[in-house]
């Protein structure tokens, strides 16, 4: 990964089969970061599994992030906070899957461009 920040992203699948980890171990804007994202549809206790793919991201500078993950055809938005939030990530995949590209949108004009390589 590499763009704002860079680093190594890893994923796998939590036992079951209904949520993907997502290990993080980058240097963005200049200081080291770890973390783990916990990504699925939500169930909450007595009630049907929601529509919406959701995560929360936890790091080690004591960091709690929400998201929503959109993916329609090739194109994957994680939205921060809620959908349609004005801080969000959008990137396309290439036809054989192996690189995303796109962009943080933060508020403000923030922000930073990515690429994900698939190794």
Known sequence: MTGGAEGT????????GFFL?????????????????????????GEPTGPDVASRYYD?????????????GD???????????PAYFRGTFTPDGTTMTGDWIYPGGGGYSSTMTRV
Request: aromatic residues 14%.
């Open 60 to 72: 080690s500078q004591g960091n709690t992030f929400d998201y929503v993950y959109e993916l329609d």
């Open 75 to 85: 194109t994957l938005t994680i939205w921060a906070g809620a959908k349609d939030s």
């Open 9 to 16: 992203v890893r994923y796998e699948w939590m036992a079951g």
């Open 21 to 45: 980890l997502q290990h993080v171990d980058l240097v963005q804007f200049g200081r080291p970061v770890t973390g783990m994202e916990i990504i699925g549809n939500l169930r909450p206790f």
